[in-house]
């Protein structure tokens, strides 16, 4: 089975280019071009073998939710012309993530258990267990790193700091809220709960929009809801759609990310469990049939996407 760990297109026009994490990003003055690849990182590192339909996976739920949220904030997206690319608006970007937790998990479940009782500010009462329900939905933003770790940071530093204005940082958080209210509502529908998620936004002329991709595995964690009460009362671990079951094999294979230490071998069978996971989760988060895209000849495909899009889109 075939998957794109990267590409490498030349366009007329072009700009810039930038390599994330797992999306490939071609600039065209007020435009880019961002073409999800089959990278997968987790502890910030990308691992060294990429997943089947991944980027199409997360393409196209973000494609979904961005349109099913764009009456709450504007976002970036003007054309999603092909399974793994989505052309928009070039936005600055602030340099700060709005993470946003309705549930203790993941994370913030590690820093409650080795002790800390407030996270990015927020105080957080005794007596919790993993994958508690909160007392209300918190915001614990990180930091947005160009390279290496992103870090965990207060509202009141990312003030004093000046990241991101007083004015504007009342936006986020209020658009934060918002989504992710709509994102529960989208969740639930499906028989699923939004347990914690991350948003980023930017700013377009003047305005801020929503930007990258939202409530997907990669950025989102989700529970069954069918059972979780059962299974949160007998201390058992809650079914879950997310990344973290690639985490939690890295971890249990010795790998957090941590200087010194080597991402464990991914056999054939370890990509395939992954490939199927994401393709589970964005059936079961979108209720539709995953219409698997053809490796054939997908990076020409994906280059005349970009040539054909980003000139024919309108502002």
Same mark, same amino acid.
């Given at each position: 089975?075939?998957?794109?760990?990267?590409?490498?297109?030349?366009?007329?026009?072009?700009?810039g280019?930038?390599?994330g994490k797992?999306?490939?990003?071609?600039?065209?003055?007020?435009?880019?071009?961002? $073409?999800?690849?089959?990278?997968?990182?987790?502890f910030?590192?990308?691992?060294?073998?990429?997943?089947?339909?991944k980027?199409?996976?997360?393409? #196209?739920i973000a494609s979904?939710?961005?349109k099913a949220t764009?009456?709450i904030v /504007?976002?970036?997206?003007?054309?999603?012309p092909?399974?793994?690319?989505?052309?928009?608006y070039?936005?600055?970007?602030?340099?700060?993530?709005?993470?946003i937790?309705?549930y203790?998990?993941?994370h913030?479940?590690?820093?409650?258990?080795?002790?800390?009782?407030?996270?990015c500010?927020?105080s957080?009462?005794?007596?919790?267990r993993?994958?508690?329900?909160?007392?209300? /939905?918190?915001?614990?933003?990180?930091?947005?790193a160009?390279?290496?770790h992103?870090?965990?940071i207060?509202?009141?530093?990312?003030?004093?700091k000046?990241?991101?204005?007083e004015?504007d940082?009342?936006?986020?958080?209020?658009?934060?809220?918002?989504?992710f209210?709509r994102?529960?509502?989208l969740? #639930?529908?499906?028989?699923l709960?939004?347990?914690?998620?991350?948003?980023e936004?930017?700013k377009?002329?003047?305005? $801020?929009?929503?930007?990258?991709?939202?409530?997907?595995?990669?950025?989102?964690r989700?529970?069954?809801?069918?059972?979780?009460?059962?299974?949160?009362q007998?201390?058992e671990?809650q079914?879950?759609?997310?990344?973290?079951?690639v985490?939690?094999?890295?971890?249990?294979?010795?790998? #957090?990310g941590?200087?010194? #230490?080597t991402v464990p071998?991914?056999?054939?069978?370890?990509?395939?469990k992954?490939?199927?996971r994401?393709?589970e989760?964005?059936e079961?988060v979108?209720?539709?049939k995953?219409h698997?895209?053809?490796y054939?000849?997908?990076?020409?495909?994906i280059?005349?996407?970009?040539k054909?899009n980003?000139?024919?889109?309108?502002?």
């Open positions: 089975m075939e998957a794109i760990k990267e590409t490498n297109f030349s366009f007329a026009n072009q700009t280019f930038y390599r797992v999306r490939d990003v071609y600039f065209f003055e007020d435009k880019i071009a961002v $073409v999800a690849t089959d990278r997968i990182s987790a910030d590192v990308v691992l060294p073998r990429a997943i089947p339909y980027g199409q996976v997360l393409n #196209q979904l939710f961005l764009s009456d /504007p976002n970036w997206v003007l054309a999603t092909d399974p793994n690319l989505t052309v928009g070039r936005c600055e970007p602030f340099k700060v993530e709005m993470v937790r309705g203790l998990a993941g913030a479940w590690r820093e409650y258990k080795a002790g800390k009782r407030t996270l500010g927020v957080l009462p005794e007596g919790l993993e994958n508690d329900k909160l007392p209300g /939905p918190i915001i614990t933003p990180t930091t947005k160009d390279e290496g992103d870090e965990d207060s509202k009141e530093q990312i003030l004093a000046g990241l991101v204005s004015e940082y009342a936006k986020l958080e209020q658009y934060t809220h918002a989504l209210a994102g529960t509502e969740a #639930q529908q499906q028989g709960i939004l347990v914690d998620t991350k948003y936004f930017g377009y002329n003047g305005q $801020v929009y929503l930007i990258d991709e939202i409530h997907t595995p990669d950025s989102s989700y529970f069954y809801k069918e059972g979780y009460a059962e299974r949160q007998q201390g671990t079914k879950q759609l997310s990344k973290e079951f985490r939690q094999w890295l971890i249990e294979n010795g790998f #957090q941590k200087e010194g #230490q071998e991914m056999t054939d069978d370890i990509v395939n992954i490939s199927e994401y393709i989760l964005f079961v979108t209720g539709q995953l698997k895209m053809n054939n000849a997908a990076l020409d495909r280059e005349n996407s970009v054909e980003i000139f024919s889109t309108k502002n």
